[in-house]
Structures are given as C-alpha cells and as structure tokens.
C-alpha cells in the first residue's frame, strides 16, 4: 500500500519516464531521444544502445528479469512476447544483456496475428518497432517496450502506427493553418485523450459458473431480478466498503504505472462503476487505457471479483462505454478548443471548432465503424447510450456564437452568471457555459469534445484514428480557401468560410434527448445516416471517400483499409458463433438439467397430493408443470431453429454476407431463444439451477 505522503514518489515508479532518463541518460543522449519524441525525428543507433544500457540497468533494479515489445495488433487486444535479459558467457555463467537493436527493432511470429490478407501465412515475418513516444515501464517482472507493429512489407498490422500517423497528420494541417492566422511559435499540435471506463465487477465464483460470462464476456440467457436499476440508487450512491478496497488497490496500480486515474464513482446500474483518469498525449492515453482494462481484471481477480469490461454484460440493465475526451492542444500550450472570453472573436477556436463539426458530418459513417464491435451493437441505440445517429450537441452559449457567425454578426458573451442557492452560508460559484446533455453521443464539454460512443471493451484507437483525420481534412480544406490572404481580408474570408460550412452542415447539430423515437424521426428527415449494426456500417469503411480520405493523409494505405475491413468483418461473425454455440449448449444442457429436475419434483409432490386429496389437489403443481411444458417446448422449437441458421452461416463464404446474416437471422433467433429460456427460468426456484441469477450476480457486492 502506497502511504497518501509518498504518493508524489510513488507516481510513476515503474516507469522508465523523463525522470528517469533526465537523472541517468548523459546530456547528450537525453536531448537525442527528447528531440525525437517531440519532432518524431530518427533516432540513431548509439543513442539506441546508450537509451537500452541504461534502460536495461534501471529494469533490473526494480526487479525485471526480462523484456519486451508490447503491441496492439488489429484485434484491439494487446500482445507480447518476453525475452530475458540473459545471455549465456563460456564459462557456465550469464551477464545481463540488452542492446540498442533489441530496443528498437523485435520479430514477433506475426503469423498467429491477423492481418486480414496483407500477409500470406507462409511469410510470418513481421516486426515491432520502439515507440519512443510512450515510456516503457514494468510490469509482472518484464520491462515493458510499447512498440508498432508492422509486416515484413511495411505494412501496418496494428492500431499504435495509424493512430501516430494520424496524430502527425492533424499536427501538420492544424500548424500549418495556425502560421497562417498568426500563431508562428506553434511547432506542433497534440491531440489529448481522457478516457473515462466504465466496469462492472461481480463476484468470482459466479462469474466462473457461468459459461456465458466466461466464453462471451456477456450474459445469453438470464431472466430478470424483480430490481433493475429503476430506482437509480445505485448511481453516485455509497461506495460498498469491499468495492472501495478494490478501487483503492486499482488506483494504486495504476498509479505506479504512472496512469494518473483520478475519478471513480458508482455508474447507474447496479454492480457498475467508472474510472476516468486525467487526459494525456492521445497515443500515451490509448496505451494508458489498454494497460487499466489489463490491470482493472487483475485487482478485481486479487479481490474475489471478476471485472467485466463487456459493452452489455446483463440484458435490461445499462451496458458499459468508455466516452472519449477530446481536444488539441498546441505546443505552446494553447487548448484550440477553449472558447475564451470572447468566443465570437476567437478565430482559431471557430476555425478549430467548425472544422470539428464538418469532420463528424462528412465522416459520421466512418465514425459510427470506429466504434462498431458485435458488443457494441447491443449498447447504442437501446435507450442507455447515444443512438447509433451521430449529432454533436453544443449547447447554448456555442449555438449563439455560432448564430453569430451565420448572420455575422459579434457575439457577446453574457459573462459568467453568479449562481445564487439562497443559502448566504454557501459559497458562491460561477456556471459553467455548458449544461450537461447526457444523450449526446457527440458533446462539447466547456474546452473539449466527448465522443460517448466507444464500447467499454475496444481500444479507442479506432475512434481517434479517424477523428483526427476527418479533423484534418476539414482544416487543409479552410487552409485551401484562405491561403495567402493577410489580416482584415484573411479574417474576412475565414469567417466566410465558416459561415458556408455551418449552413452545410448544421444538420448535425443537435442539442436536444437523443433518446426519442422524434429525434430517431427527425434525423432521418434531416439525412443523417442511422447504421445500427457492424454490417450496416461496414461498406463505408472501403467507400471512396474513406480511401481517398486515408490514403492523401498517409494513414493507412489501400491494403490496409481493406485488410481492417476483413478483420472486422470477420471478428464480428467469430464473435456471433460463439455466443450462438454456447447459448445453445447453456440451455441444452444447464437449463434443461434444472427444468427437468424442477419438473420430477413438482410431479413427485403432485402425485403425492392427488392420492392424499384426489383429482382436485396439486393446482399449483399443475399450474407450474404445463407453464414449465409451454416454455420448454417454445424453447425447443427456438433452439433448432438456432442450430439450423448457425449451421448456414457456418457454411457461408463471403464476409460481408456471413456477417449480415449473423446480424439478420442468427441474432434474431437468439433473442427468441432467449425470450422463452428467460420465461422457463424465472419459474424455476435458484438452487435448481447450475449459475447464478441475475438477482444473484447484480446484487451481491458488499
Ligand atoms: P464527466 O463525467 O463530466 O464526463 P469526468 O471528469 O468524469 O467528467 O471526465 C472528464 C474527462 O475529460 C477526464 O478524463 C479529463 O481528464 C478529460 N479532459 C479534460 N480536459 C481535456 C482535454 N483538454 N482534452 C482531453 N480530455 C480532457
Ligand atoms: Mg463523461
């Protein structure tokens, strides 16, 4: 346990970060590697072998034995391959080893990693390349070396190298606009990344009764408590003294990593719960959030629970996201969306700001892909989570600067207002110039913009991947237009600029309940695209428009869009077949076993009743067998029909289809299937029954 007085020491401990380097890196060595981090310059091989000498000495006395290139291939998990440092001398004996070439440059078999046909299986040669840009720390007595992840052809076979990619690309564009407006000191522009990550945590030994859970992260069958999440006493309630140990323990972890985890509250459905940490460099962030997940399981297992990162664990009860914070921040230490005092007057906000909204319009269907996963699917759009729709909400101070902008004339804040809670003994506060607007899946937040769509499970690579790109483009596009111009005339045409795109592309905003079946209407009136599963979404990605938008920001080549685009596909159906397979295995045989010996009682005690009372007796018994009969034969007949279809879809080739037709027909049968399951075991009393309820399971932490 970490004493609250050594905190500020312990920040970071297992980290090989700019302290570190800066007291053991000599002089020159520390400005090489710092010039590459910041500039992305090349980094020259004995400035390698000085950074993994000492980098090597420093892992050993915090207790490493050995290495590795930690990576983010296109499955969104993580992966790795542990070398030790040792190295065998002729005497019998080792030293310690570890060379510049061993830091920069590793060889995993990339064969057993996807890569959606830019590899053929006999050519398994791919290789990880040192990312100077995130530290490398230790964990489970291996340093840790967050690397790229590419083919032997120089392709991308991750999500780490297009997310640099497009951090590069929205630096270029966003500098190159910001030397034009007069802000010549700006080198470079940084997207900044806050992840908040939603969880639930259930009890261990239920988790581990529970095929569903275990193969599939998320329940398939499950009739619900007589309590959901109605009365919403859970959300910001007390903290459970058990679950505030774990959460302790998870910050502690964190902390040593140096992830700076900074919130942690209750979330609206029982056994939920949030932890955001502070923001960071979009690329530390996405390494940053992978490394919680991994961490957030590995207390919670410490701690007698399992941690559930599913995007919808339970039916009927809220599912889990991870809202992605978003902002660009300059080197100079300029938040570009920061309205200021005087938004109306604020160019490179409004340019910033517009060009945000363009990018969500222009790009929406490819937005809505980067947050799509088979678990997903079941979260947007159910009333819990933004709609699969994308709008962005701005509230009202923006919606006036930007009528301002429309009928050009200046906006005047009206100042901050002075809250009055007719209490004198309170202190007095400002309030802020947004109100919250929960149902957005698209929000400006006071200095920053929070994508709320991202699943709880996936990397937000994805997500940010393309909003920096889509954000890109829009900015070259205004550069294009104003260009070469100076002072009264630039200002002048800018703001022209940026009164075209706003009546362009206004039919994205949107400050009302993105949860009404209006707005479902309303936007379709409007044109804004609807795709509510992976499928649906899916030809977007391989549209012109996206690879033309990729390929001009060097972000990902032809190849690879397409190579994404098999993964992705293929991932969703992967994911469809397993969940179909054990449903079925789960009532064909936990299910049944307790139907069954449910029924052999009731008949037992039915029979005993109709010797003692005659043909009148057992009404009950009788009652509850031809309910437990009607149910079970419903069942049944669901279930084959579930078998058939995931029979077909087995035998299908094309992916695209195969994947529809899991969305269409294999996912509809499952919730058939379900709905007679559900009715079958809500008759049935607990201790028939092989797994735990969801009374059970989302009502036992303490
Ligand atoms: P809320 O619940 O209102 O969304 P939180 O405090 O839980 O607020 O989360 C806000 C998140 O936004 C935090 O992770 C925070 O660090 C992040 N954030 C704040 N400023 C920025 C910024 N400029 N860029 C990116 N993320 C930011
Ligand atoms: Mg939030």
């Not at 020159?28 to 310059?41: P, Q, S």
């Not at 032997?152 to 966003?174: F, H, I, Q, V």
């Not at 977007?540 to 994404?564: A, C, M, N, V």
Request: hydrophobic letters at 40%; proline letters at 4%.
């Amino acid at each position: 346990m970490i004493e609250a007085g050594k905190l500020t020491e312990e920040f970071g401990c297992l980290v090989f970060n700019d302290k570190v380097m800066k007291q053991r890196l000599p002089k020159d060595i520390y400005k090489a590697v710092h010039k590459t981090i910041e500039r992305g310059t090349h980094l020259e091989l004995d400035v390698a072998n000085c950074v993994a000498a000492t980098m090597k000495e420093w892992a050993i006395e915090n207790g490493a034995t050995h290495f590795t290139h930690w990576f983010q291939p296109m499955t969104g998990l993580t992966a790795e391959k542990h070398d030790s440092f040792i190295s065998p001398m002729d005497d019998g004996t080792i030293i310690m080893e570890f060379s510049g070439k061993e830091l920069v440059k590793g060889e995993p078999d990339a064969s057993s990693f996807p890569s959606g046909g830019l590899r053929a299986t006999f050519e398994a040669r791919g290789y990880t390349a040192w990312d100077p840009s995130s530290p490398a720390f230790i964990k489970d007595g291996s340093l840790y070396i967050p690397t790229a992840f590419c083919s032997y052809t120089g392709e991308a076979l991750d999500k780490k190298t297009p997310l640099l990619r497009s951090m590069e690309s929205l630096s270029k564009e966003a500098v190159k606009m910001l030397h034009l407006l007069g802000y010549s000191d700006v080198n470079r522009v940084n997207t900044t990344i806050g992840s908040e990550q939603e969880y639930f945590l259930i009890d261990k030994d239920f988790y581990k009764m529970r095929k569903d859970l275990l193969f599939t992260g998320r329940t398939l069958i499950g009739a619900p408590a007589t309590k959901g999440q109605e009365m919403e006493d859970h959300y910001f309630g007390v903290i459970k003294p058990k679950v505030s140990a774990y959460m302790h323990d998870l910050d502690e972890e964190l902390w040593k990593l140096g992830i700076p985890a900074k919130t942690k509250h209750n979330e609206v459905a029982p056994s939920q719960h949030e932890l955001a940490p502070v923001f960071e460099t979009a690329n530390i962030a996405v390494d940053h959030n992978q490394l919680t997940m991994e961490v957030m399981k590995k207390v919670a297992d410490k701690h007698n629970y399992a941690c559930l990162l599913h995007e919808k664990p339970f039916e009927g009860i809220n599912g889990s996201g991870k809202h992605n914070n978003w902002s660009v921040c300059t080197d100079t230490g300029m938040n570009l969306l920061d309205p200021g005092k005087n938004p109306g007057e604020n160019l490179p906000f409004l340019v910033f700001l517009m060009a945000v909204i363009a990018a969500v319009d222009n790009y929406a269907p490819i937005l809505r892909l980067s947050v799509a996963s088979a678990g997903n699917d079941h979260r947007l759009g159910g009333n819990e989570a933004p709609p699969a729709i994308i709008s962005i909400f701005v509230g009202d101070e923006l919606a006036s600067v930007l009528k301002g902008v429309e009928e050009g004339a200046a906006y005047k804040s009206a100042g901050k207002v002075q809250m009055a809670m007719g209490a004198t003994v309170l202190p007095h506060f400002t309030k802020d110039n947004t109100d919250r607007n929960r149902t957005s899946p698209f929000a400006f937040t006071g200095n920053k913009f929070e994508f709320r769509m991202p699943g709880s499970s996936v990397s937000v690579a994805n997500a940010n991947i393309v909003l920096n790109t889509a954000v890109a483009e829009e900015i070259s596009k205004i550069y294009e237009k104003v260009q070469g111009l100076e002072k009264e005339e630039l200002r002048e045409k800018t703001m022209e600029v940026l009164r075209q795109m706003l009546s362009e592309h206004k039919r994205v905003l949107f400050n009302g309940n993105g949860y009404t079946d209006e707005w479902v209407e309303e936007a379709a009136k409007r044109g804004l695209p609807n795709l509510r599963s992976l499928p649906d979404a899916m030809p977007y990605w391989i549209s012109d428009e996206s690879i033309d938008l990729f390929t001009r920001h060097g972000i990902f080549t032809k190849e690879e869009i397409y190579s994404r685009y098999e993964i992705l596909l293929e991932n969703y159906s992967k994911s469809i077949h397993i969940e179909s397979l054990t449903m079925q295995e789960m009532v064909r045989k936990d299910l049944t076993e307790g139907i069954v010996a449910y029924e052999k009682d009731l008949s037992k005690e039915l029979m005993q009743k109709k010797s003692l009372l005659g043909d009148g007796g057992g009404a009950m018994e009788t009652a509850l067998l031809k309910a437990l009969d009607e149910s079970s034969e419903d069942m049944c007949a669901a279930l084959s029909k579930l078998y058939e279809d995931t029979g077909k879809a087995e035998g299908m080739t094309d992916a695209l289809k195969t994947a529809e037709f899991y969305q269409s027909t294999v996912l509809a049968d499952m919730d058939e299937l379900r709905t007679h399951a559900d009715k079958a075991e809500a008759l049935i009393p607990d201790k028939y029954l092989s797994y735990p309820t969801y009374g059970q399971m989302l009502f036992s932490l303490r």
